[in-house]
């Protein structure tokens, strides 16, 4: 009996102590709501913001700074210093902001437009593949959005362009292998007939012909002569003359001009710009 009632207290007196484990638990797993912004916080944005529509993209990255140490979780403020950074062309830079913002954001529309100006960065970075899952993650989340899918047409282009151009790399790559075996081969076989003709050169009979009398010549040499000298007038085949490689480098640098011109006229559109509206 005794034994019972002191199971009884222990278990009484250990019980509060595991509901109140599982309470500190449960309140240790639920996500922690960010800091509300203060006034202050958003007068230093505001700030960064009329400095970044006159164009002061390094004064208006400082104001941003300022606001993220104040809150770090200040969501806006890392949207736009990546707005900042990438007007100055520090692409590399630009990525964090957004992809922070991209993850954490509650709002589904500020997340698109992170997912957007993703995009925009690895466009500017020629990764295509890359680009084209950004804005793919941003139409989910804003499927209206014509800016984004014209983007993603227009990487999806460009990296089947670069895919096609890297096979027309090979080809010719392969081509001019192809032709430099020839023209090996081609000089190995004049070597040959060189070496030939040499061998008939040394004949004794005829260096006894020259010895008995200089005068006489060998009535075939002069035809024998012509005969090689035709011969070495004619071209190898498969070998390029040099106006043919010159007309061929031309074509390619066309075609490279050509390329790089439509490139140039298919730019991304639009860097979506979130200028802080809850005042």
Wanted: net charge negative; hydrophobic share 25%.
């Amino acid at each position: 009996m005794k034994d019972d009632m002191r199971r009884l207290i222990l278990i009484l007196m250990i019980l509060p102590m595991v509901i109140f484990g599982q309470e500190q638990a449960q309140e240790q797993e639920k996500p922690k709501e960010p800091p509300k912004i203060k006034l202050a916080e958003k007068q230093i944005l505001r700030s960064g913001n009329d400095l970044y529509k006159q164009e002061r993209y390094v004064d208006a990255e400082v104001k941003y700074k300022k606001a993220l140490q104040k809150n770090q979780y200040y969501e806006t403020a890392g949207f736009n210093l990546g707005n900042a950074v990438y007007e100055q062309g520090r692409y590399e830079e630009a990525l964090p902001q957004y992809d922070m913002v991209s993850k954490s954001a509650r709002d589904e529309k500020t997340r698109a437009s992170a997912f957007h100006n993703q995009g925009n960065v690895m466009m500017k970075q020629k990764q295509y593949a890359q680009a084209i899952d950004a804005y793919k993650k941003s139409l989910i989340l804003n499927p209206t959005d014509e800016e984004t899918r014209y983007n993603l047409a227009l990487a999806q282009k460009l990296l089947e362009d670069e895919q096609q151009n890297q096979n027309d790399d090979s080809d010719n790559q392969n081509q001019d292998q192809n032709q430099d075996q020839n023209q090996d081969q081609n000089q190995d076989q004049n070597q040959d007939q060189n070496s030939e003709n040499k061998d008939q050169g040394d004949n004794p009979e005829k260096d006894k012909e020259q010895d008995d009398g200089q005068d006489k010549e060998d009535p075939n040499k002069e035809n024998n002569q012509g005969d090689q000298e035709k011969k070495n007038q004619q071209p190898e085949p498969n070998k390029l003359s040099d106006q043919q490689i010159e007309q061929l480098l031309e074509a390619m640098n066309n075609e490279e001009n050509k390329t790089q011109q439509k490139v140039n006229a298919k730019k991304a559109r639009g860097k979506k710009v979130n200028q802080e509206k809850d005042w």
